[in-house]
């Protein structure tokens, strides 16, 4: 099965220079929990409601400030006609949930772990991607519920 067949393809997206306060607006709107970040509408990194809750709270960052110093750099990102194994690869090694999904330079969907375990096929599967990409993005989650 290729991602295509399993991505969101709305993306919410920004561009570098909105606002922090800009993205949040966004997530809470369209009721995502991350936004692409764009230059030129090219894809260069990702904001997590996680990455802007610590950007803001955590680390004394002004909601005005421009959302492409946030984002998590260098943007990972899976091609369109790629393998639901091939993604769930990348997303272990790379420790991340969500995977925007590219086709030439054009972004035209994103693939989350919520995603590859719902629409996997059958239960088993979805089960086995989920534990491997939360396991991989949540390591220190991972150890302490298992009694490490």
Request: charged residues 25%; glycine residues 10%; negative net charge.
């Amino acid at each position: 099965m290729r991602i295509s067949e399993v991505m969101t393809e709305g993306v919410v997206t920004a561009a570098t220079q909105d606002s922090l306060r800009r993205v949040g607006e966004l997530m809470r709107d369209r009721n995502v929990g991350s936004v692409v970040i764009c230059d030129g509408g090219r894809p260069v990194g990702v904001i997590t409601d996680r990455d802007l809750a610590l950007a803001v709270v955590a680390d004394d960052v002004d909601a005005g400030d421009a959302a492409g110093s946030q984002a998590s750099r260098p943007l990972v990102t899976g091609q369109v006609e790629m393998d639901i194994e091939e993604a769930v690869a990348l997303m272990v090694q790379h420790r991340i949930r969500r995977l925007p999904v590219i086709d030439g330079e054009d972004l035209v969907g994103i693939v989350t772990i919520d995603d590859l375990a719902v629409r996997a096929g059958d239960l088993h599967q979805a089960q086995q991607i989920t534990a491997e990409v939360a396991k991989a993005a949540l390591p220190e989650f991972y150890f302490h519920q298992r009694g490490g």
